[in-house]
């Protein structure tokens, strides 16, 4: 299976087990330069530990490369949830909504076709996180406490309970401002008019019910 591009690793996996396995290889080596008696059990312990430890660090890190989406919306979306949440239904609906509400609210008519965003999200993948975003990007970037991230045709957003609750159509609107309409990043959102159509967008969700689930809304 091919990496996925915009999949991430935790800075907290990298430091943890990869922290591991490099004091482990790092003692092995100081080990093994140190004089002293070697027997059976100590040749045994100086080359299983590291090896063990770097092979944990590999399962770890690879399995986040490579794991399987948990389902593909009816879009062509690879999603992973989280606990099940968002369901296939919701999101289903979420990325319709998008396409279906988007073209009509945009300044410029025509420059963005709901044929344009079904062609975008196909092959699109969405990464729901339980909680905020700290990762460490295999390109060399690494970014704290974040409540969405967007690197091409893969978002990441930290799940808050519901759809619209989270960051996923402001991350969505990063996705098709760069790639739709090529446009550069706008890391300041200094696009306000652009910012504020996909606020529009994600308050019209929130009327939706098949986007909202289960949600329950508690009024005080």
Same mark, same amino acid.
């Given at each position: 299976?091919?990496?996925?591009?915009?999949?991430?690793?935790?800075? !907290?996996?990298?430091?943890?087990?990869?922290?591991?396995?490099?004091?482990?290889? /790092?003692?092995?080596?100081?080990? /093994?330069?140190? %004089?002293?008696?070697?027997?059976?059990?100590?040749?045994?312990?100086?080359?299983?530990?590291?090896?063990?430890?770097? $092979?944990?660090?590999?399962?770890?890190?690879? /399995?986040?490369?490579?794991?399987? %989406?948990? +389902?593909?919306?009816?879009?062509?979306?690879?999603?992973?949830?989280?606990?099940?949440?968002?369901?296939?239904?919701?999101?289903?609906?979420?990325?319709?909504? #998008?396409?279906? !509400?988007?073209? /009509?609210? +945009?300044?410029?008519?025509?420059?963005?076709?709901?044929?344009?965003?079904?062609?975008?999200?196909?092959? &699109?993948?969405?990464?729901?996180?339980?909680? %905020? #975003?700290?990762?460490?990007?295999? +390109?060399?970037?690494?970014?704290?406490?974040?409540?969405?991230?967007?690197?091409?045709?893969?978002?990441? &957003?930290?799940?808050?309970?519901?759809? !619209?609750?989270?960051?996923?159509?402001h991350e969505m609107g990063h996705m098709i401002r760069q790639e739709?309409?090529?446009?550069?990043? =706008?890391?300041?959102?200094?696009?306000? =008019?652009?910012?504020?159509?996909?606020? $529009?967008?994600?308050?019209? $969700?929130?009327?939706?019910?098949?986007?909202?689930?289960?949600?329950?809304?508690?009024?005080?």
């Amino acid at each position: 299976m091919v990496v996925k591009p915009g999949k991430y690793i935790p800075w !907290t996996d990298i430091v943890l087990y990869g922290g591991l396995a490099v004091v482990s290889v /790092g003692a092995a080596v100081w080990a /093994g330069l140190t %004089p002293q008696e070697w027997n059976v059990g100590k040749i045994v312990a100086l080359i299983a530990v590291p090896v063990a430890f770097v $092979a944990l660090a590999l399962i770890v890190i690879l /399995g986040k490369l490579f794991s399987r %989406p948990d +389902y593909h919306t009816k879009q062509g979306v690879a999603v992973w949830s989280v606990n099940g949440r968002p369901n296939k239904h919701q999101m289903d609906a979420a990325f319709e909504l #998008l396409i279906d !509400t988007l073209p /009509g609210l +945009y300044k410029d008519p025509g420059a963005i076709t709901s044929l344009m965003l079904e062609h975008l999200v196909k092959g &699109v993948k969405v990464e729901w996180r339980d909680k %905020p #975003l700290t990762v460490f990007s295999r +390109y060399g970037w690494a970014v704290k406490d974040k409540a969405g991230l967007q690197q091409g045709k893969a978002i990441m &957003v930290h799940w808050q309970g519901s759809i !619209t609750d989270s960051a996923f159509y402001h991350e969505m609107g990063h996705m098709i401002r760069q790639e739709v309409l090529c446009k550069p990043i =706008d890391y300041k959102h200094e696009d306000t =008019d652009w910012w504020t159509m996909m606020a $529009a967008i994600n308050n019209h $969700a929130r009327k939706d019910e098949r986007i909202q689930g289960d949600k329950v809304v508690i009024m005080l």
